[in-house]
């Protein structure tokens, strides 16, 4: 019953990021039949492509940071604070350097085979980290990250491609449009298989040598986990760009209300992650309106008072 209304409230969302912007969309017209083509065409050409894209992204960017919380052991990793991102961008950016007309799947590509190496140079570094602190592991990450953006930023300063650096960490759902969103339905195939291997993820957040006593093979879920993470992050980033801390806030919430069990906890991830991104956007049209302000920049601000509240309440219990 609660998932059904939470499923009511994801679609109120939905109804109100496909009839709300700068462009009158009547519903009643539509139903009715009278609306213009003009109107029409928006709804289908930009509304509609935006707002799937929206619940597409933020879904699947909440189970990826639910999947690497398991995998680091660790609340406070997520695909922007453990150098994911910031290896899909420079993914992107070698494709372009490489060739500039190249398909949406071989950028795509690009970017899913760096975030890959990417995340598991992160999760490399952890293992050689002896007596590694819950604070330590997320600084390694923020830390790898930077380094990872920093050849990124010399690269396209150097090819005067610094624009097309800034474009991919934007996070702007506005430019979105059909025929340019559609690899994001690649994002829900690795979602959906996420969900199948739930239980073996909650095995593995419990460590590797309790894990393979079990009889799990480690070793196979955690490249499962990677390549889920590095395909839906490459997925976001060729779309729209960089969305800071989602895979942060919302599994935190949800494991606070519903605990560790993802075969009960991703449905939920995925619809409260689709709803905040949903949320945010809409947000980002009301602030500056007619202007707009991109989700990634108003995440950004929500994902960094929520990391603090995290910090300041650990260390409130350590207390």
């Not at 010399?154 to 934007?170: C, G, H, P, V």
């Not at 059909?178 to 996420?194: D, F, K, N, P």
Request: glycine share 10%; hydrophobic share 60%.
């Amino acid at each position: 019953m609660r998932l059904t209304l939470a499923l009511i409230a994801l679609l109120c969302l939905g109804i109100t990021s496909l009839f709300f912007g700068v462009s009158d969309i009547s519903p009643l017209a539509l139903l009715s039949g009278e609306a213009d083509e003009k109107a029409v065409l928006v709804l289908l050409a930009s509304r509609l492509p935006r707002t799937l894209a929206l619940v597409l992204a933020g879904s699947g960017l909440a189970v990826c940071g639910t999947l690497m919380q398991m995998l680091a052991r660790n609340r406070f990793v997520e695909p922007s604070t453990a150098g994911t991102v910031e290896s899909a961008s420079l993914g992107m950016l070698i494709a372009l350097i490489i060739s500039p007309n190249m398909p949406v799947m071989g950028k795509m590509a690009f970017a899913a085979g760096f975030a890959l190496l990417g995340t598991a140079l992160f999760l490399a570094i952890l293992r050689r980290i002896p007596l590694r602190s819950v604070i330590m592991v997320p600084l390694v990450g923020l830390m790898l990250g930077g380094v990872i953006y920093s050849v990124a930023a010399f690269i396209a300063y150097r090819l005067n491609l610094m624009q097309s650096l800034a474009a991919f960490e934007s996070g702007d759902f506005s430019s979105v449009l059909r025929g340019r969103y559609e690899i994001l339905w690649l994002s829900l195939v690795m979602t959906i298989a996420a969900y199948v291997a739930a239980d073996r993820f909650t095995l593995a957040g419990l460590g590797e040598e309790f894990a393979t006593n079990l009889g799990l093979n480690y070793r196979r879920i955690m490249m499962l986990g990677l390549i889920i993470v590095s395909m839906v992050t490459a997925c976001v980033v060729v779309t729209a760009g960089v969305i800071p801390f989602l895979g942060l806030i919302v599994p935190n919430v949800i494991s606070m209300i519903m605990g560790d069990s993802l075969r009960r906890t991703l449905p939920w991830t995925a619809i409260l992650g689709a709803g905040l991104v949903l949320a945010c956007d809409i947000i980002g049209r009301i602030v500056v309106w007619p202007f707009e302000v991109p989700v990634g920049a108003v995440l950004g601000v929500l994902g960094s008072a929520f990391f603090l509240f995290l910090l300041f309440r650990r260390q409130s219990r350590a207390a």
